[in-house]
């Protein structure tokens, strides 16, 4: 069974680790932690930052699909992009 890594678990990597990726945020590793174990949703501010702290690579409306009224996916499907 092939595992893929969900978007945060994708932007971690990118950045280099939680801590690296925390400080390019703005936040602290915790959070990003609790963002990794989904104890606390990504608010919509850090999901840009985010993929900004990451090139882009992952998108906001990959790590909040939830709420497409905010980050529409660009086909105006669902998100099911999944990163390996």
Not at 5 to 19: L, M
Not at 54 to 77: A, C, M, T
Request: with cysteine; net charge positive.
């Amino acid at each position: 069974m092939l595992y893929t890594k969900t978007p945060i678990e994708e932007a971690v990597y990118i950045a280099g680790g939680q801590t690296a990726l925390a400080k390019k945020v703005g936040v602290t590793q915790g959070a990003v932690w609790k963002w990794v174990r989904g104890l606390k949703k990504i608010s919509p501010v850090n999901a840009v930052a985010i993929s900004n702290a990451v090139g882009g690579v992952v998108k906001p409306y990959e790590l909040r699909p939830d709420i497409p009224s905010v980050f529409p996916h660009p086909d105006n499907q669902p998100c099911t992009e999944k990163h390996t």
